[in-house]
Every structure is written in C-alpha cells, then in structure tokens.
C-alpha cells in the first residue's frame, strides 16, 4: 500500500452551483474528473491530520466507484478517520447529524439530490463544513478556483475496502468506521419529537403512505416509522434505494409524485402522505385531496412549534428563501420574532443558525427543517406533521384551512421552463434587469409595481455580499412575481418563475392556484416576454 502522485490537467466548468457540483454520470466518469475535484477540495481546506470526515451518498449510480476512490484520496491526503454509512448510504441530513454529533472536521456527500439518477442520469458531490451544513461561497469559490489550476492529486494504490458491514479497517494511516447510517439520526428525532403521541395514533387507526421513492429516504422511514412508531408495514412505498430510483424522477413534487397526489384523491386515501427526494433532505406534504405547498407547511410548522417537545421554549427566529411565499413573514410578524430572506440555496441559513437568531427555516422548493441540523431534513418534516396531527388531532385540511383563515391565503406557484437555450435565458434575465429601474409605479392589471429590483443578500453575521440572487417584482397588494435561473440543473438552462398573492378573504381560499395567479402569469409574460425568449408556450412544470 503506497502514495501515489498523479499528473493532471484541469476540467473545465468544476463550479459548484446552488448546492454542490452536479454533471451527467457520464462527465463524472471520465478519468481525473472526480479526482481532480476532490482533491480541490482538499488543496483548499486546513490539513486533514487528526481530523476525521463523514462519507456518504444516496445511493445513486456511481455511487458505490465513487466512495471507493474518495477513501483513497481521503488516505493519501492524511484524514485521520472517516466515518462512512454502510453500503456507502447516508442521508444528507444524517450526514449533517454526524458530522456535528461527532465533531467532524466536514463531510463529502455524494448525491445529485432531486436529479435523476441512473447510468444516463446525474451524480454529484458536494463538501459541509464542521457546523454540518454546506460549505458557504467563499469555500465552494475556492474549490472552483483550486480546479482551474490542479496540476497532481494524491490517491493510495489500497484495495477497494468492504463496506457491506459496520465495523472498522484502516487504509494508510486513516481509521475507516463503517456505521449503520439510521441509528443516529434517529436517536436525534426521537429527542425532538413525541414518539408516544405518535405511536398513540397509529395505534388508533391513523393511515398514512410515505413514497421514499426508491431513494435514500426508504432505510430511514421504514427503521423511524414502521418499527419504532408502529405504522403497519407498507406505510413506506418505494422503501428500496435503488441506483437508478427505479426509474422515478426523485423530486418530491406534485408532476413526479403524481400517482401519490392521484392516490390521495381517491376515496381510499389514508389520513396523510409525504414523499421526499434522492438524499432525503426534500419533502412533499399531502392531505386527503390536496397537496400543501412547502411555503405553507412552513408557515404552519412555524405557528404549531411550540406544540413539539423540541420546539417547546420557542422560536428565536425563522427565515425563508427570497423566491419562498411570505406566508410565514405573518406567523412571525404575529409571535414577534424575526423573519428573515434569504437568497436560494440551504448554505445561506447556516450563519442564521450558528448565531442562534433563527429556529426555523425553510424554502419553495420542498425544503424545510431546523436549527438540529444544518441541512433540510424531508423526514423531520414529516414527522413534526405527524407530531402535530397526534397532538391536536386534526388533519393536514383542517390545519391549513385553519390557518389561512386566520392569516389570510398566499397562493402560490413555480413555473419552470427546462432545457431552455442557455443564451436564451440569460437575455431575458438580462432584458429584465435592464428594465428594473423603469418599472416602480406602473400598472398592471389592478396592481402597481412597488419595487423591482435583482435581489442582494447582506449577510447578517458575516456581512457578505451574495448579489445577483433573483430578479424580484412587487406590488401594492402583497403580490409578488420573482425570476431566476436554477443553479442545479444540468442540461441547458431552467428558467423559474415565482408567482404569489395574498388573498385575506376566507370565501376565496378554495381556489385552483393556478386561477388565483392567472392576472399576475399575464404580467410576467407581459413583462419578460418568456414566450419570446423560451420559444415554449407553456412551462415545461408547474408545481
Ligand atoms: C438545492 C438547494 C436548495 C435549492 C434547490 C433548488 O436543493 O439546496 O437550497 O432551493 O437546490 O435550487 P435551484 O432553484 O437553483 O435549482 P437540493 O435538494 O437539490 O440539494
């Protein structure tokens, strides 16, 4: 067993987007390319010499080459230990809960999150600091500017290692500990939550389906909900991770989840279904004939908190991401408790937490969780309903109804345009942009333009600068229309569109979304011409 150095030359394009670097399989596979990332990351942190890391992955095609020459790399580079699920499986919450439960120096997840998955589909792999949450600009910038001009990685000649069983090898002079990847995230869980209630009402009766989609989730849920909580068997569906998510679309909304929306709209629905992504970290709440936006689950997680053991003493704050409905700014507004926004991506909520000013937070795109971790969490959000539902005995329809009648209704919806020529898109964001200035006080419909701007975040407790974070438009009556590209797809590019109102009338607040929008998606197409620009009529998903 020896060190090698070897020789390389740099990858173009190694810049990680929203969350980490994510390419089609086929770009990971070539020689050098994953080589050549992990050991910027490396090149661009403190030395690894008696620090330990967290190694895992959901599982997806290349993931188990992947562990394999990362343990190598990891090795040659002096890690002193490194913590890896069994199997090469980890959640990415479970691996933000052991990197800050054993104090690990970071960790390398493996997962291209809500992308596809499969030969064909996508990989990725990003780093977490020691808080346990991804690692902010400043270091992904690094890494990026580490890969331009890599010139040699470090790997050992060791033999692949066996994962299949927890226990303990080494390699070099690093210490491998395989571990079973549920225990610990679910020793956390059951700290927050009220595991009796719980277990009080699926005794009763209480039906629910969980689709882990043939992803990471299934381990988890299935360990969590059917053995220690004592849903029935066959609660979780899809429970398998499989490296090509069994051909599922891993991302927990109502297009890919469409069988589970229909399921629940028959008059053999259970109480409540969720469903969650590839690595975990997204969930999708259901009731019986609707499906809540993440925006709202927020908002009412955030109003019941004090309700779960965990949450029991209150909220120090919340925070949304900007493109995020501001239904929970009105929780807040109410408990008298910071809101804060956000720009798009989980990083920017770690600071937030780390200072202790928020509790909560959460974002449009399926992702809510708290200050336990420093990652989205998909089955804490479901549990946290679970808890609620046990505690007030009431379903998610009634919570919700009960909730917008007592704040008002933001309707809201997301309507992406994929696979857009990257050219196109970035001259109708530049168009936009140009425009800004000229839009405050015009009309529309029956609503003025109040503010128009790209958003900038000023950081509150390092007081970084992230600009460029999304073109947003408001008007007099709450509503607002928000345009942003996405900074996780991987072929062409995804134009995003936000639209939200407010609507305080509880005799409207059974309306089809899409009808409640419909004058503001005039507007945008109005203002932006994304017919024009897109060459698409309609948006490839709405959600
Ligand atoms: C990632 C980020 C989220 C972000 C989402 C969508 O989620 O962690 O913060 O909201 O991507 O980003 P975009 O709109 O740029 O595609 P995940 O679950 O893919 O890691």
Known sequence: MSV?????TSFAGQEPGTSGLRKRVEVFQ???YLENFVQSIFDSLDSLEGKTLVLGGDGRFHNRAAIQIILR????????RIMIGQNGILSTPAVSCLIRKYQAYGGIVLSASHNPGGPDGDFGIKFNISNGGPAPEK???????????ITAYR????????????????MENMEIVVIDPVSDYAEMMRAIFDFDAIRRLFAGGFRMRLDAMNAVCGPYATRIIESELGAPVGTVVHEVPLEDFGGHHPDPNPVNAHELVAYMKTPAAPDFAAATDGDADRNMILGQGIVLTPSDSLAI????ATRIPGYAGGLAGVARSMPTSTAVDRVAAEMNIPCFETPTGWKFFGNLMDAGKITLCGEESYGTSSAHIREKDGLWAILFWLNLIAVTGKSVNALASQH??????????RHDYEQVREDKANALMRALREKLSALPGKRYATRAVTLADDFCYLDPVDHSASENQGVRILFSDGARIVFRLSGTGTVGATLRIYYECFEPDTRKHDDDPQIALASLIATAQEIADIAGYTGMSAPTVIT
């Open 4 to 8: 090698q150095t070897v020789s390389t």
């Open 30 to 32: 070539q020689a050098r």
């Open 73 to 80: 790399m990891a090795a040659a580079n002096g890690c002193d």
């Open 139 to 149: 270091i992904t910038q690094a890494i990026y500017e580490r890969t331009l001009s």
């Open 155 to 170: 790997i050992s000649d060791a033999p692949p290692v066996d994962i299949s069983r927890p226990g303990t090898t080494r």
């Open 301 to 304: 997680l955030a109003a019941h």
């Open 404 to 413: 917008w009648a007592h704040y008002g209704r933001n309707y809201y919806s």
